[in-house]
Structure formats: structure tokens, C-alpha cells
């Protein structure tokens, strides 16, 4: 049996004061009736269950440079919670 290495997918993020890490995607998807681009990804932070630690974003691409912003609409973050519900049934 052979053991491949997945190749993990890294994106650098900027924080507000600047700082900078590197975090893993885990999926980045664009909903086509809208237009908008999110990305999933990780830190590989465990919670107090032990599960991994998973952050959505709105990539917003306006400005050239893409920054990832917050979900604020409800009806929008209903919709991202159900990528991730299908994502969750893959594994």
C-alpha cells in the first residue's frame, strides 16, 4: 500500500497590525448566482473536543489586492453553512 502525501494548498493572510501567518485552505468556492468568493481554511488550532478549528471568509477583490472579510449577512452565512454541512458528509 502506498502512502501519497497530500500536497496542502497555503495561503499567507495579513493581519490588521500587520502581522502575518501562514494558514492551510481547505476550500475556496464562489457561489455563481452572486459572484462572491469564500475561502475556508485553517490554522490547525484544536478545540476543547479536539476537533480543528475551521475560519470562513468573503474574499472581496475590489481593491486589486484580495482581502478576506466577514459574513454579516445571515441569509448569506445560511448558505456557506451548508457548503460546509456537505463538506463535513465528505469526510
Known amino acids: ?3 501519497k502525501d497530500v500536497e496542502k494548498k497555503m495561503m499567507s493572510i495579513v493581519a490588521e497590525d500587520g502581522s502575518i501567518e501562514e494558514v492551510e485552505v481547505i476550500l475556496a468556492f464562489e457561489f455563481k448566482d452572486t459572484k462572491k468568493e469564500y475561502v475556508i481554511y485553517t490554522k490547525n488550532e484544536k478545540d476543547e473536543n479536539d476537533n480543528i478549528t475551521v475560519y470562513v471568509s468573503n474574499v ?3 481593491s ?4 478576506l472579510m466577514g459574513i454579516d449577512d445571515e441569509e448569506e452565512w ?3 453553512k451548508d457548503v460546509l454541512r456537505e463538506l ?3 469526510e
Open 1 to 3: 500500500m502506498e502512502n
Open 60 to 62: 472581496d477583490r475590489s
Open 64 to 67: 486589486g489586492d484580495p482581502k
Open 78 to 80: 445560511n448558505r456557506v
Open 88 to 90: 463535513s458528509k465528505g
